[in-house]
C-alpha cells in the first residue's frame, strides 16, 4: 500500500508540473488565458479518460495479501465456502 500511495504522490506531482508547463508555454505563445485553460482541461479530460479506461480494465480480484470478491458478490452461480467461526 506505500507503495501506492507514493506513486500516486509523484501522479499528482507529475500532473501539476504538466500543467504548469502547459500554461507556460501557451503563455509564451501568446495564447489569451481563456485559451490557456481550455488547453489545461483538455490535457486534464484526456487524463481522465485514460484513468477511466485503465480501471475499466483492471481485474477486481485480489493478491496472496488481499482477498478477492466472494463468488456471490460476483454474481457466481458457485456457492460460498462456508465461514469459520
Known amino acids: 500500500m506505500a507503495v501506492l500511495t507514493v506513486?500516486?504522490?509523484i501522479g499528482v506531482a507529475l500532473v501539476q508540473i504538466v500543467s504548469d508547463w502547459l500554461i507556460e508555454s501557451a503563455a509564451a505563445m501568446g495564447l489569451a488565458p481563456?485559451?490557456?485553460y481550455r488547453l489545461l482541461f483538455i490535457l486534464l479530460a484526456?487524463?481522465?479518460?485514460?484513468?477511466?479506461l485503465a480501471?475499466?480494465?483492471?481485474?477486481?480480484?485480489?493478491?496472496?495479501?488481499q482477498p478477492g470478491l466472494d463468488p456471490v458478490m460476483r454474481g457466481s452461480k458457485r456457492k460460498a465456502p462456508p465461514r469459520v467461526r
Open 46 to 52: 484526456t487524463l481522465l479518460a485514460l484513468a477511466i
Open 34 to 36: 481563456l485559451e490557456q
Open 7 to 9: 506513486l500516486s504522490f
Open 55 to 65: 480501471n475499466a480494465f483492471s481485474r477486481p480480484e485480489g493478491s496472496a495479501n
